[in-house]
């Protein structure tokens, strides 16, 4: 009896929690992107598309994740370069400084 009530008291939190951030999340949305639509839209579309992506398999979600990565690392790593193009490399070395043995420890 002990471990049901642990449980739905976890089960509860995770619903609580999942609910929270499903409005964090919708309310940045709606603040930075969709003005106009409507809060309770926003989180029931993102909870849906939740639930459905779910309820396939694992090797589904993953190879969704795997078609999806280039989109999101190609933006990231332009970013990072066209933002070192006025870096100063003096400035990133030396990355150990100028002991790296002492680093590594007396073995």
Not at 15 to 32: D, H, K, P, Q, S
Not at 70 to 86: T, Y
Request: proline fraction near 5%.
């Amino acid at each position: 009896m002990a471990r049901l009530d642990r449980q739905c008291a976890c089960n509860r939190f995770f619903a609580i929690l999942a609910a929270l951030i499903a409005r964090e999340f919708g309310e940045v949305v709606i603040t930075a992107v969709l003005k106009n639509t409507p809060l309770e839209v926003t989180v029931l579309v993102m909870l849906i598309m939740a639930a459905v992506s779910s309820r396939k398999n694992l090797t589904t979600f993953a190879y969704i994740h795997y078609f999806y990565s280039p989109l999101l690392l190609f933006p990231v790593l332009i970013i990072v370069v066209l933002s070192l193009k006025n870096a100063e490399v003096i400035n990133l070395l030396p990355i150990w400084g100028n002991n790296p043995s002492g680093m590594l420890g007396e073995f």
